[in-house]
């Protein structure tokens, strides 16, 4: 992604969801290197403020399931910098379980949070996106590709924001507005490595992405408008194996289940030496800060 390093953002507004830690401060980050003018969104009001300053930017507390706080977000973006350039979706939830374990409401909150809220949010930014003829970048999941145990409400709001992102870029074709999809495999955030005894065996199987490397895919989408960046190569191979011949994953589901299981145990262990204490188990509800 060198090019990524050489292009610059100068006087561009960057809105990230999600951007109080993981995926979305190191969004923030690479995109407040490259000259933009960044908009920190995520409920945790204290830390994005922190961030804000170090960075030079605005941040704007809000819960994205709350479509008030959406157009707040909006209002308050052009208000003080009067354009908006990238629109980053990266806020996300999950609850973990058998689909009848779940409370109904646990359910309605993942596809609130990772399906309605970016349809909402673009929707509202899309005014401004088409003046600028910017672009959206929507952070998906490897598991918007491959259906995982445990994980369907998860999977079906990332396979409708993978839909959604491709249907609106046919939209915007003409307008010259943007609009792509990072989808990366596991990553070494707290939304997943602090659920482990919830997160499937089956997810640890795949290589373990570091938040800077797949905020360099969204810099990336950002700048080239790539359709989609899956990350990593092999997994998004695995997937698209899996999804043509859906028996193969029936086939390699316990070979991948057991590598899964070993890493998470050596995760665990690491947990447990740097804390001096075992890891318990967490609860079944995850969401990356918004």
């Known amino acids: 992604m060198d090019h990524a390093v050489k292009k610059s953002f100068k006087d561009q507004v960057v809105i990230v969801t999600g951007a109080s830690s993981g995926v979305g401060a190191a969004a923030a980050r690479a995109f407040a290197r490259r000259g933009a003018r960044v908009v920190l969104a995520a ?51 999950n609850h973990r379980g058998p689909l009848d374990t779940l409370d109904p409401a646990d359910i309605a909150m993942v596809i609130d949070t990772n399906l309605k809220a970016p349809m909402l949010l673009t929707r ?14 929507n952070v998906a999941s490897i598991a918007g590709h491959v259906p995982l145990p445990d994980e369907a409400s998860y999977c079906a709001s990332k396979w409708g924001l993978r839909g959604f ?28 490595l602090d659920d482990l005894d919830h997160v499937p065996d089956l997810v640890f199987s795949q290589p373990i992405l570091s938040a800077e490397e797949v905020a360099e895919a969204v810099v990336a989408c950002a ?19 899996v999804s043509t011949f859906p028996w193969v994953q029936d086939l390699l589901r316990p070979v991948l289940e057991a590598r899964g299981a070993r890493v998470k145990q050596e995760l665990r262990s690491r947990s447990s030496a740097r804390s001096g204490k075992p890891v318990r188990n967490r609860k079944t509800g995850a969401r990356r800060p918004r």
């Open 165 to 192: 992102t491709f249907a609106l870029r046919g939209e915007l074709q003409d307008a010259g507005v943007g609009s792509c999809v990072v989808s990366p495999g596991p990553i070494s955030t707290p939304f997943v």
């Open 223 to 241: 700048l080239d408008r790539t359709r989609e960046r899956a990350i990593p190569a092999q997994s998004l191979a695995l997937a698209k194996l």
């Open 43 to 93: 409920r945790s009001a204290a830390r994005i403020r922190k961030l804000a300053r170090e960075l030079g930017g605005l941040a704007v507390p809000t819960d994205v399931a709350d479509l008030s706080q959406l157009e707040r977000l909006i209002d308050a973006t052009v208000a003080k910098y009067g354009r908006i350039d990238v629109l980053v979706n990266n806020a996300a939830a």
């Open 124 to 137: 509202l930014a899309l005014p401004h996106l088409r003046e600028s003829r910017g672009v959206v970048v």
